[in-house]
């Protein structure tokens, strides 16, 4: 039987960011991986899609050019091909570092799919390899109802979208998380016709009830929803019916976006002598991902704590650093939450939801972006932030909202959450003019009014001007 200092299964993400850990302290370490190696945000998520939806909006702005006095765009077409092929250029450069880490690794990489045999052993290629520790981060995988295998390549999944070289016409979105929400949305400003469907009301995963009035007849303008009844598929005349709420759609496609399953099936977590939940997951505290008292980690998609790719690069740090020879396993903080949709305009969630504050006093207050001043002048005046904070202090606790580049204005949030900035702090930096910022400005100004504390900088006062061009 051979034996290391640690295996780490699955290279994604986590698992790239503990061998990085775990080759601090020793080079004696397996790299395991069973299939692709380039990850699953370069190859098929993050990137890929960002590639996409880039295409998709530089096409759809040609309907706003009449508005600055520039014509003839009604000339221009997308080539869906040359866009497929332009993505995956991107996506073939952003995935090479990632695929040559086992020529890197030599020996030290194993392509195979690995199972547990105990928590000190693991078995690959038919080989039983023990260690003094184990990292399991091997990933996750797109849902797919198992009736619909009958559909065959009609059925795409974000794993196989990327490879097309050309998109049918009619495409169904089924499921309207963020990733349907985001693909649905490029692909109907390619000038495909797409439809929506989701069991749930809810898009993109907006937590705020008002946030996502707000966004829902702004994806409407884009792609027909049909919310709140699960999507059913029926062959019709060589189309696929896609029945659900509201009226049928007749769909030459249809793209699976509800959601990833763990990739645990056979990975042998029975064999560890810990309780499973009917998911087949051990119980595991997010700020060490030790499973028990064992030499065993989770990170990444495995372990559906939060599945980002920032919070899989942290478990993956998490996990190596407690694998080290000492044996502890040092509880770790992790960061304010974050998540951003790139939909247009961008969602974005950043600190506690508001369904989680249900029970702690704040106070809440909104930014119209349709009369912001810069969004106005960008022709994408549109959406609303809301925030909130703690009273009496107002700490910001949390902020939602659905408004041009939400992610710079999420960012920004999450640094005053994470060092617990109140309203009146954030009021005394500066706020550049014309900047989307000062859409931020005008919710934080709503808040000093309901606070009942004033603190922070002799300006934090400082009142708007009462024009839009000034304000």
Same mark, same amino acid.
Request: hydrophobic share 45%.
């Given at each position: 039987?051979?034996?290391?200092?640690?295996?780490?299964?699955?290279?994604?993400?986590?698992?790239?960011?503990?061998?990085?850990?775990?080759?601090?302290?020793?080079?004696?370490?397996?790299?395991?991986?069973?299939?692709?190696?380039?990850?699953?945000?370069?190859?098929?998520?993050?990137?890929?899609?960002?590639?996409?939806?880039?295409?998709?909006?530089?096409?759809?702005?040609?309907?706003?050019?009449?508005?600055?006095?520039?014509?003839?765009?009604?000339?221009?077409?997308?080539?869906?091909?040359?866009?497929?092929?332009?993505?995956?250029?991107?996506?073939?450069?952003?995935?090479?570092?990632?695929?040559?880490?086992?020529?890197?690794?030599?020996?030290?990489?194993?392509?195979?799919?690995?199972?547990?045999?105990?928590?000190?052993? @693991? *078995?690959?290629? #038919?080989?039983?390899?023990? $260690?003094? =520790?184990?990292?399991? +981060?091997? /990933?996750? &995988? %797109?849902? !797919?109802?198992?009736?619909?295998?009958?559909?065959?390549?009609?059925?795409?999944?974000?794993?196989?979208?990327?490879?097309?070289?050309?998109?049918?016409?009619?495409?169904?979105?089924?499921?309207?998380?963020?990733?349907?929400?985001?693909?649905?949305?490029?692909?109907?400003?390619?000038?495909?016709?797409?439809?929506?469907?989701?069991?749930?009301?809810?898009?993109?995963?907006?937590?705020?009830?008002?946030?996502?009035?707000?966004?829902?007849?702004?994806?409407?303008?884009?792609?027909?929803?049909?919310?709140?009844?699960?999507?059913?598929?029926?062959?019709?005349?060589?189309?696929?019916? @896609? *029945?659900?709420? #509201?009226?049928?759609?007749? $769909?030459? =496609?249809?793209?699976? +976006?509800? /959601?990833? &399953? %763990?990739? !645990?099936?056979?990975?042998?977590?029975?064999?560890?002598?810990?309780?499973?939940?009917?998911?087949?997951?051990?119980?595991?505290?997010?700020?060490?991902?030790?499973?028990?008292?064992?030499?065993?980690?989770?990170?990444?998609?495995?372990?559906?704590?939060?599945?980002?790719?920032?919070?899989?690069?942290?478990?993956?740090?998490?996990?190596?650093?407690?694998?080290?020879?000492?044996?502890?396993?040092?509880?770790?903080?992790?960061?304010?939450?974050?998540?951003?949709?790139?939909?247009?305009?961008?969602?974005?969630?950043?600190?506690?939801?508001?369904?989680?504050?249900?029970?702690?006093?704040?106070?809440?207050?909104?930014?119209?972006?349709?009369?912001?001043?810069?969004?106005?002048?960008?022709?994408?005046?549109?959406? !609303?932030?809301?925030?909130?904070?703690?009273?009496?202090?107002?700490?910001?606790?949390?902020?939602?909202?659905?408004?041009?580049?939400?992610?710079?204005?999420?960012?920004?949030?999450?640094?005053?959450?994470?060092?617990?900035?109140?309203?009146?702090?954030?009021?005394?930096?500066?706020?550049?003019?014309?900047?989307?910022?000062?859409?931020?400005?005008?919710?934080?100004?709503?808040?000093?009014?309901?606070?009942?504390?004033?603190?922070?900088?002799?300006?934090?006062?400082?009142?708007?001007?009462?024009?839009?061009?000034?304000?």
């Amino acid at each position: 039987m051979t034996r290391v200092d640690t295996i780490i299964v699955g290279a994604g993400t986590a698992g790239l960011s503990a061998l990085r850990e775990v080759r601090r302290h020793t080079e004696d370490v397996l790299l395991i991986n069973d299939g692709h190696w380039g990850t699953t945000c370069a190859a098929n998520g993050c990137m890929p899609s960002k590639a996409l939806i880039e295409a998709a909006n530089a096409f759809h702005r040609r309907h706003a050019m009449e508005s600055f006095g520039i014509r003839g765009t009604d000339a221009l077409r997308a080539d869906i091909p040359a866009v497929l092929a332009h993505v995956r250029k991107l996506r073939d450069s952003f995935v090479a570092g990632p695929e040559s880490v086992p020529e890197k690794l030599g020996a030290r990489a194993i392509s195979g799919r690995a199972r547990l045999d105990g928590p000190d052993c @693991v *078995t690959v290629n #038919g080989d039983r390899i023990q $260690a003094r =520790a184990i990292i399991l +981060a091997p /990933g996750s &995988r %797109p849902i !797919v109802p198992k009736p619909w295998a009958e559909f065959g390549e009609r059925i795409l999944t974000t794993d196989s979208l990327f490879e097309q070289t050309d998109l049918p016409r009619r495409i169904a979105v089924v499921g309207m998380g963020a990733i349907g929400a985001e693909i649905a949305q490029a692909l109907a400003r390619l000038g495909m016709t797409v439809a929506g469907f989701d069991a749930a009301e809810g898009l993109a995963g907006i937590d705020d009830a008002q946030v996502l009035a707000a966004f829902q007849p702004l994806l409407e303008r884009d792609i027909s929803l049909h919310l709140g009844a699960p999507a059913e598929l029926e062959a019709v005349d060589g189309a696929i019916r @896609v *029945t659900g709420a #509201g009226a049928p759609f007749m $769909a030459d =496609a249809v793209l699976a +976006a509800m /959601g990833r &399953r %763990p990739n !645990v099936d056979d990975l042998g977590l029975e064999t560890l002598g810990v309780p499973l939940d009917d998911d087949g997951l051990p119980e595991l505290d997010p700020s060490t991902l030790r499973i028990g008292d064992l030499p065993v980690f989770l990170a990444g998609d495995a372990y559906p704590y939060r599945a980002l790719q920032h919070e899989a690069a942290d478990e993956g740090h998490i996990a190596g650093r407690n694998a080290a020879p000492d044996g502890a396993a040092r509880s770790h903080c992790r960061r304010t939450p974050l998540s951003i949709v790139f939909a247009s305009p961008q969602v974005a969630r950043v600190g506690q939801p508001l369904s989680d504050l249900q029970d702690t006093q704040i106070v809440s207050a909104e930014a119209d972006f349709s009369r912001q001043g810069r969004a106005r002048i960008k022709a994408q005046a549109e959406g !609303v932030l809301r925030i909130h904070a703690a009273l009496p202090d107002g700490r910001i606790l949390g902020a939602e909202m659905c408004v041009p580049g939400a992610e710079h204005l999420a960012h920004l949030l999450a640094l005053a959450i994470e060092r617990g900035l109140t309203v009146s702090e954030m009021l005394a930096m500066p706020f550049y003019h014309p900047a989307l910022e000062e859409g931020l400005r005008g919710a934080l100004r709503q808040l000093q009014k309901d606070l009942p504390v004033e603190a922070g900088s002799d300006l934090s006062g400082c009142e708007s001007i009462g024009h839009d061009a000034l304000d």
